[in-house]
């Protein structure tokens, strides 16, 4: 205890700008997430109808995937868990993999392999500024992913 009798409160770290901009990204691919199986949902007979493949379950499924896992990346992100900024990273890999894997392999349809080397283009830059982004110093110090003094999570100097 300190002499004077008093307690200090300890400071919540401050959260870092980019964590605003990296959140709301991964609070947006959520909603887009549950936005696409809720469609899926509402809209099962028409997608059968028309001959959707691989079919509606396949939206429902991933849509539900991309919403919760974006949900919780969104909200580790925010509240600061120390196992965010890797699951973040790792998300957004799979996130990545799976658009091209999902384009290139399961679509059957023809047109979703029209414009590709933009998507490519675009992919590539989003991943690399959400890579960069929970890579970021004062990120890493946010989540503890990094002692408060110059030594990282992998046991390196910086």
Do not use: C, H
């Not at 709301?24 to 887009?32: I, P, R, S, T, V």
């Not at 469609?39 to 109808?49: C, G, I, K």
């Amino acid at each position: 205890m300190p002499a004077s009798g008093t307690i200090k409160a300890m400071k919540a770290p401050r959260r870092p700008w980019v964590m605003y901009l990296i959140a709301f990204g991964f609070l947006l691919f959520a909603f887009n997430g549950f936005l696409r199986g809720w469609q899926a949902l509402t809209d099962w007979n028409l997608l059968q109808s028309v001959g959707l493949r691989p079919g509606p379950g396949y939206l429902v499924l991933t849509g539900a995937v991309y919403g919760l896992s974006g949900l919780a990346v969104t909200l580790g992100l925010w509240f600061g868990w120390r196992k965010a900024g890797r699951l973040g990273r790792g998300l957004a890999f799979f996130y990545f993999a799976w658009f091209w894997i999902d384009k290139m392999l399961i679509s059957q349809n023809p047109a979703a392999k029209v414009n590709w080397p933009f998507a490519a283009i675009m992919s590539l830059l989003i991943l690399g500024l959400v890579l960069g982004g929970l890579w970021l110093r004062p990120v890493r110090q946010y989540l503890r992913e990094m002692d408060q003094d110059t030594q990282d999570v992998t046991g390196e100097n910086q």
